[in-house]
Nanobody
């Protein structure tokens, strides 16, 4: 599995917006559901949004519903997943990662570096 590459994080004031991007090359990504996860310090990584291959089914964690929008663009073997984050809150501060959702991969998922999102109050 190739490592996804996330970008777009930064420092923003509460109420602001950010758009995250993730490039994940390889057919395993373009053929399967993908999602955005986030991890707070000393906490488990949690799934905040997921999207099917066609984009026909999208799900959000309750904590981000109505504020975040996930989308994806499959162009050949290069798959890009976006997360538009609006009305950001300090509790959204975390490192954000993208990866597969629900796919069994021998050895587990390979995680990228993530992108830091910091929301100031």
């Amino acid at each position: 599995q190739v490592q996804p590459v996330e970008s777009g994080g930064g420092l923003v004031q509460a109420g602001g917006s950010l758009r995250l991007s993730c490039v994940a090359s390889g057919s395993i990504f373009s053929r399967n559901d993908m999602g955005w996860y986030r991890q707070l310090p000393e906490k488990q990584r949690e799934l905040v949004a997921s999207i099917t291959t066609s984009g026909g089914r999208i799900e959000y964690a309750d904590s981000v519903k109505g504020r975040f929008t996930i989308s994806r663009d499959n162009a050949g073997a290069k798959n890009t997943v976006y997360l538009q984050m609006n009305s950001l809150k300090p509790e959204d501060t975390a490192v954000y990662y993208c990866n597969l959702v629900g796919t069994i991969v021998p050895g587990g998922y390979v995680w990228g570096q993530g992108t830091q999102v910091t929301v100031s109050s």
